[in-house]
């Protein structure tokens, strides 16, 4: 099944513990993407990335970073994540760039005390 | 990019057709019109997208104005498992990887 997978789904963790959510597609897409969604905000991209090794902020990258090593996975790394991260995070796939149609993963709702 | 303005919610019964209607007043030439959806807490869906023609797909049916400023999402026989929040986002196809999902229409279908 075509799908994009994000781990863990549920995380509390407390202020200044190093963290990464995985994200995984098995479609073979070009392009990767984070969001965040928060109550009155929308969604909100954090990172993208359009090929291996590429990756490039998006409009809330501050205190995020990505990498992309291998095609298929585009983990979100925070260093030292802050009350103000906690949120509902997506990870997106497209095949390319530009495209019209996104992936989305299940979402990890993630809780920084 | 271009602003939209959708009803905060809607209500539909069970087997009808739901109509959501957005408005885009200030769209410009190469901006498309897109809809997604989002069920409680689940990653966003693609439904389907447009430029300026009718555009119809196994989901949904999308009916833009002949001047662009408002568009229409259809969906013909609604059932309870198409509640969700539907967005309209209008973006040129360079943003298509970046589109901004505001607050939408909370569609509530009714058994």
């Known amino acids: 099944e075509a799908q994009v997978t994000q781990n863990p789904r549920y995380l509390i963790t407390v202020t200044g513990k190093k963290l990464t959510v995985t994200c995984s597609q098995n479609m073979n897409h070009e392009y990767m993407s984070w969001y965040r969604q928060d109550p009155g905000l929308g969604l909100r991209q954090i990172y993208y990335?359009?090929?291996?090794?590429?990756?490039d902020k998006g409009d809330v990258p501050e205190g995020y970073k990505v990498s992309r090593k291998e095609k298929r996975n585009f983990p979100l790394i925070l260093e030292s994540p802050s009350p103000n991260q906690t949120s509902l995070y997506f990870c997106?796939?497209?095949?390319?760039?530009?495209?019209?149609?996104?992936?989305f993963g299940p979402g990890t709702r993630l809780t920084v005390t | 990019d271009a602003k939209t303005t959708q009803p905060t919610s809607m209500d539909c019964a069970e087997g009808r057709a739901a109509n959501l209607p957005c408005n885009h007043s200030?769209?410009?030439?190469?901006?498309?019109v897109y809809w997604y959806r989002q069920i409680h807490s689940q990653g966003p869906q693609y439904i389907i997208h447009g430029l300026k023609n009718n555009e119809t797909n196994e989901m949904a049916s999308l009916i833009i104005t002949e001047d662009r400023k408002s568009s229409t999402l259809i969906l013909p026989h609604a059932t309870l498992r198409d509640t969700a929040v539907y967005y309209c986002i209008v973006r040129d196809q360079t943003g298509a990887n970046n589109l901004f999902f505001g607050t939408g229409t909370r569609l509530t279908v009714i058994p």
């Open positions: 997106a796939s497209s095949p390319r760039y530009p495209s019209y149609e996104q992936y």
């Open positions: 200030t769209i410009s030439g190469n901006e498309y």
């Open positions: 990335s359009m090929n291996v090794e590429v990756t």
